[in-house]
Every structure is written in structure tokens, then in C-alpha cells.
């Protein structure tokens, strides 16, 4: 597929410049995320991967050891950035205010974790607000994808600028809690991608956390992927009787992804409001993937097998 025709069929994703990922852990929102960013820098755009996580996930898709703290290219217009609550404490006192020599008379690594520890949402907010300062404050890069947590961590995320604002701290914190809240609502620069695979129990709590995720979320729902999608198999009359067990399976397999994404497909396009129109994507089972991910991974992982488009059908 021509890379302008991908650009095109994400295009509800790509016209944004931060994409937040999330969805059920161990599915591969971190491949996508991986993948999302290779695509767009072998288009000739300036990408940043950013995580929040005990391990760095990305790097070792490009070959490279896990990073810390800072961002590692990884190849090409491709950054990747893995943080933790102490590191974006620090960069927000010198980076964002500018404060150098605030933060190195003032502030130690355990003041800062009491710091952070005593104040309920300090660590999210600020994690949201860098963010806002890569995409907005900073703009390194055209895009900037967040390898996001699984979805009820995400939620929870999701919640915290107005469980800060609704605490009327007032000063610094309230004003940059609000200015991130705001960055996130805007549906012109910010948006959200859910990754599934079409399994029963995972499409039920897609179907179950997208709705709750509006509610409370200042980010849109921009799309949903169901990863691993295995082709439909199609049999002649009484061929059924003729399988072998291995091919059994594969047709029952396929039959089950099948009448999950159905299920997706029945119960969003019955919802009012944002979720009614969301695109949704299934990609094929790539099956087991080596490291390092070669060049032109992204485009190929990411050509849809096809697009779900309504009930018991898709394009």
C-alpha cells in the first residue's frame, strides 16, 4: 500500500499531533505505538514516542537497549522517551519555569518523592503536562504518541485534572492543571486510540471502557485497532467434515474474531454521541515478530486487513 494511501485511511489519527494509546495490557499497544511512529518518520515527519513505564518497550523494537530519562533516536526522525515521576519533576523546575538553580538548592530526590507522594494527582498532572510541553511548549516534533497505560490506569489518568481542580488548590498548580486539561480537550490537536484484538472478553471491556472513558475523559475517542485479526475463512459445502484439526481450529478462530468484531461493531454503532462514528480498524496476525523491526514494519503492520464498518460486515 502507497504510504499516501495510509496517511489517508488514519488520516482522523494523523491530522492530530498528540495520539494517546491505550487498551487492555499485552496486546500490543506498544508495537502499535512502534509502529505508528516508524511510519510517520519514514513519511518524513519528526516523531516522539514517549512512555511512562518501569521498562522502556520501544527501544528494544528498534535493536537498542532500554532508555531512561532521556530521549534515544532510534532511528531516523524517530525519538523515543521513557520518564519517571523524579526525572519530569526535575525537567518541569528547570525546563518549563527555567528554575536551574531552584531545583538544585531547593529540592532533593527525597523532597521530591515526599513531595510528589503527598500530594494526591502531582505525578499524573505533571506527566500530562509533559505532554503539553513536548507537543505545545516544545514543538521538537510533528507528532508526539504516548505509550499509554492499560485502560482502567488510563481512566484513572484520564480523571486526575479534575480531581486536582476540584481539590481548589489555586496558585501554579491549579493554573497548569487547567492548561492541561485544556491542551487535552482540544479536539484539533489531541486524540485517543483504543487497541483491542477481536477476542470476546477483550472487545466486552473495550465496549464497557470507551463509553466510561467519555464521561469522564477531556481526550476524543479518534479510532479503535483490533490487533491480530486472522483472516476470514470461507468453507464450500460439507468441506467442514473434511478439516484436520489444526484447520479446525483455524476456522473456529476465525469464526470467533469474527463474531467479535461484529459484537464491536453492533454495540458502538448503537451508541449516541461520539462513539457512533468512530473508525475501527482490524490488522492482520503478524504472528511472532523479530527484533530489530525492519525498515517499512510500520507500513506493512499497519495496512488494514479492513476496515469494520457496520454489523457482520467491513471494507
Not at 525537567?91 to 500530594?119: C, P, W
Not at 454503532?269 to 504472528?287: N, T, V
Request: charged share 20%; net charge neutral; hydrophobic share 45%.
Amino acid at each position: 500500500m502507497d504510504p499516501s494511501d495510509l496517511m489517508h485511511i488514519y488520516k482522523d489519527i494523523f491530522a492530530k499531533k498528540l495520539v494517546l494509546i491505550t487498551g487492555k495490557g499485552g496486546i500490543g499497544k506498544s508495537l502499535i505505538a512502534a509502529a505508528l511512529g516508524q511510519f510517520l518518520a519514514e513519511s518524513g515527519k519528526n516523531v516522539l514516542i514517549v512512555q511512562n513505564a518501569s521498562l522502556d518497550q520501544i527501544s528494544p523494537l528498534f535493536g537498542l537497549a532500554p532508555g531512561y530519562d532521556d530521549a534515544v533516536r532510534v532511528q531516523p526522525g524517530l525519538d523515543v522517551l521513557n520518564i519517571d515521576a523524579i526525572a519530569n519533576f526535575r525537567d518541569y523546575i528547570v525546563e518549563h519555569l527555567g528554575q536551574k538553580r531552584l531545583y538544585k538548592t531547593v529540592f532533593s530526590n527525597r523532597t521530591v518523592k515526599g513531595l510528589i507522594n503527598a500530594m494526591p494527582g502531582w505525578a499524573d498532572v505533571m506527566l500530562l503536562g509533559r505532554l503539553l510541553f513536548e507537543t505545545e511548549l516544545r514543538p521538537r516534533h510533528d507528532y508526539v504518541i504516548f505509550d499509554g497505560p492499560a485502560s482502567g490506569h488510563f481512566l484513572n489518568l484520564m480523571t486526575t485534572p479534575d480531581s486536582v481542580l476540584s481539590m481548589s488548590f489555586g496558585g501554579p498548580l491549579a493554573k497548569e492543571t487547567q492548561r492541561v486539561k485544556d491542551f487535552l480537550s482540544d479536539q484539533a490537536k489531541c486524540t485517543m486510540l483504543y487497541v483491542g484484538v477481536p477476542e470476546e472478553l477483550v472487545v466486552s471491556e473495550c465496549l464497557d471502557f470507551l463509553p466510561r472513558l467519555l464521561k469522564v475523559s477531556p481526550v476524543s475517542v479518534g479510532g479503535v485497532i483490533m490487533n491480530r485479526t486472522p483472516p476470514p475463512i470461507r468453507l464450500g459445502q460439507n468441506l467442514d467434515a473434511q478439516l484436520r484439526p489444526a484447520e479446525t481450529y483455524a476456522v473456529r478462530h476465525s469464526d470467533a474474531a469474527e463474531e467479535a468484531l461484529a459484537m464491536l461493531a453492533a454495540d458502538l454503532r448503537s451508541e449516541k454521541g461520539s462513539l457512533d462514528s468512530i473508525p475501527m480498524w482490524a490488522l492482520a496476525d503478524f504472528g511472532f515478530i523479530k527484533e530489530p523491526l525492519p525498515a517499512g514494519f510500520g507500513r506493512q503492520f499497519l495496512t488494514p486487513l479492513r476496515r469494520i464498518d457496520r454489523v457482520g460486515a467491513s471494507s
